[in-house]
């Protein structure tokens, strides 16, 4: 019987989903939910700035077959999709994989992580536009997109706990930065080497400080901005079918030209196709797009590497579904709701 283990601030989690955290289980989306939700109400509650999108608002935009469905979306998220949401972290799913795509506004850049060797590429770049039009609506000059060198699975039934390992990587570095930035002296910018210096030596913890460590138990904040997103909505079902949800093409106004085999998929630039405005990234030689790429960079204040992530960066699988096993047994002592672990 699928029974509800746990209530967590409106995620839940139930014994199939309890499951799916086994050495070898495929991560549903419900245990996605219920990371971001604690990440989002415990880890970084006072963090406004990083917002994890939620699993069934993030499958409505990526499979919306038309202009209208991602129109409505937002109009309806407007009030969690505020200027001072800086990064947006979107766990994809396309064919039973999961991926991470990532929105950086001060870059304003879609980032896109897939742990088997660019299995959701496609998807991601079509499904970038949609979320264009949701997070930015009020924007018509476009968006840059990248596929990030991202750490490779061995197995067929990691890719959400690599989505989940990523995700908090990148979302710790960027409160390190902004916290960074506000000590920083005004008229006095850190040179780019110096920056990347710093930012290397406050990323080699795995956390900010002893008390803000993953056992931490803050009470939660109701309050909490974004907690629509992340727990609000009911979650389908993601099976081990495959599906695709692209039925009907769907006519973005935010295009991104695919790049030839031959050249390096450093940089993408997107036009909005009611201007005619090309994609500024082809034809561009390599050199030309790094550089391209480090201008960006540099305007918003971040370092060279910000969005490298590599194996030593983040946490093992294994230990990061034991680790998120116990979180749940954990906070069912907290919440009162006997967990049966007989069979797991």
Avoid at 36 to 62: C, D, K, M, N, Q
Avoid at 93 to 120: G, K
Avoid at 143 to 152: A, D, E, R
Avoid at 300 to 310: E, H, I, K, N, Y
Wanted: charged residues 25%; aromatic residues 10%; proline residues 5%.
């Amino acid at each position: 019987m699928d029974v509800v283990l746990l209530d967590f601030e409106n995620a839940e989690v139930r014994t199939s989903d309890f499951e799916s955290l086994k050495p070898e289980g495929w991560l549903t989306g419900e245990i996605i939910n219920f990371y971001w939700t604690f990440l989002e109400r415990r880890e970084f509650h006072s963090e406004p700035s990083v917002l994890f999108l939620g699993t069934y608002t993030a499958y409505r935009i990526s499979n919306a077959e038309s202009a209208a469905v991602t129109d409505s979306i937002s109009a309806q998220l407007s009030g969690e999709l505020g200027g001072d949401r800086q990064l947006i972290l979107i766990p994809l799913n396309h064919r039973s994989h999961w991926s991470l795509l990532v929105y950086c506004r001060p870059t304003r850049t879609f980032y896109h992580y897939d742990s088997i060797n660019r299995h959701n590429r496609s998807f991601a770049e079509r499904a970038a536009g949609r979320f264009l039009r949701v997070l930015e609506p009020r924007r018509g000059d476009g968006f840059y997109f990248k596929s990030v060198q991202t750490p490779q699975q061995n197995n067929d039934f990691d890719c959400g706990i690599y989505v989940l390992a990523i995700a908090e990587e990148l979302a710790r570095r960027y409160i390190n930065h902004l916290r960074t930035r506000v000590v920083a002296k005004p008229r006095s910018p850190i040179p780019s080497s110096e920056r990347d210096d710093v930012y290397r030596k406050l990323n080699r913890a795995r956390d900010f400080a002893p008390g803000d460590s993953h056992q931490t138990m803050r009470a939660a904040t109701v309050s909490s901005p974004g907690r629509a997103l992340a727990s609000d909505l009911l979650m389908p079902k993601f099976g081990t079918s495959s599906f695709s949800g692209f039925r009907t093409p769907f006519m973005s106004v935010y295009k991104s030209d695919f790049y030839s085999p031959t050249t390096e998929p450093t940089l993408r630039g997107g036009g909005n196709s009611r201007e005619g405005v090309c994609d500024v990234g082809t034809g561009r030689s390599r050199e030309d797009r790094l550089k391209m790429e480090s201008e960006i960079m540099e305007r918003a204040g971040l370092p060279r590497d910000f969005w490298l992530v590599t194996v030593e960066d983040i946490e093992y699988p294994h230990c990061m579904r034991r680790r998120i096993r116990a979180l749940v047994l954990e906070l069912q002592r907290q919440y009162k709701r006997p967990v049966n672990t007989r069979r797991s």
